[in-house]
C-alpha cells in the first residue's frame, strides 16, 4: 500500500485519472467518515425529457435502457464507475467507494408541482408524489407515496402500479413524460 494517510489521497491525480477515460462526465471526491467517495456528477437536466436540456448522447452514455434481465442488473449504470474504482486501486493504491451526485436539478421542483397537481385529478387523489434521487442509480425517482394497492384479477397483466402511471400520464399530456423517471410506489406516507 502506498504511504497515504487515512485522510488525504491524491485527490487531483485521481479526478484527471478518472476524467481522462470519461471526458463526458464530471467527477468529484467527498470523504465521508473515513470513506472517500468518486462521485460522478450526473447532469440531470441532460437526463430528462422535461428539461428542455435533454441529451440523448449523454444519457445513453449512462444507461442503456434496452437492456432487460440479467443484463440490466450485470450492465448496471454504478458498475461504469465500479470499473473506474478498480483501476484507480490499482494505479494509485486507494480504494475509494463509488456513487452518483446530481447537479442542474432545481427544475424538479416545477415538474414536480406539475405532478402533484395532475395527481389531484387522477382517481387516486391522496396520493404524494415526490421526485428524489439515489446514489446508486443516474435516474431521477419519482416516488408514490400513501400507495394502497387495490387487488383485482390481474390476468391482463394489468397492475395497479402500471395502471396508476398511464392514467397520471393521460392527465399531464405531453407536459410531462414520466417516462424519464424511475417510479415506485410505497403505502407509506411522506
Not at 479526478?15 to 460522478?40: R, T, V, W
Not at 486501486?89 to 408541482?113: A, G
Request: hydrophobic share 35%; aromatic share 12%; charged share 30%.
Amino acid at each position: 500500500m502506498s504511504d497515504i494517510t487515512p485522510n488525504r489521497i491524491p485527490e487531483k491525480a485521481i479526478l484527471s485519472f478518472a476524467q481522462m477515460g470519461n471526458p463526458m462526465f464530471e467527477f468529484k471526491i467527498e470523504q465521508h467518515h473515513n470513506d472517500f467517495y468518486l462521485m460522478l456528477v450526473v447532469d440531470c437536466e441532460k437526463m430528462d425529457k422535461n428539461s428542455g436540456k435533454f441529451d440523448p448522447e449523454y444519457r445513453e452514455a449512462l444507461i442503456d435502457d434496452s437492456l432487460t434481465g440479467i443484463q440490466a442488473f450485470v450492465n448496471r449504470p454504478i458498475g461504469k464507475i465500479e470499473r473506474i474504482a478498480e483501476e484507480i486501486k490499482k494505479f494509485f493504491s486507494v480504494e475509494v467507494r463509488v456513487s452518483f451526485n446530481f447537479k442542474n436539478y432545481k427544475y424538479l421542483d416545477q415538474i414536480e408541482h406539475k405532478i402533484q397537481r395532475a395527481v389531484k385529478q387522477t382517481s387516486r387523489p391522496e396520493i404524494n408524489a415526490v421526485i428524489s434521487a439515489e446514489g446508486d442509480n443516474p435516474v431521477v425517482r419519482l416516488g408514490l407515496y400513501n400507495f394502497k394497492k387495490i387487488f383485482k384479477n390481474s390476468s391482463e397483466g394489468k397492475t395497479d402500479n402500471k395502471e396508476f402511471i398511464k392514467e397520471l400520464q393521460k392527465v399531464l399530456g405531453s407536459e410531462v413524460d414520466l417516462e424519464s423517471y424511475r417510479w415506485f410506489t410505497t403505502s407509506g406516507q411522506k
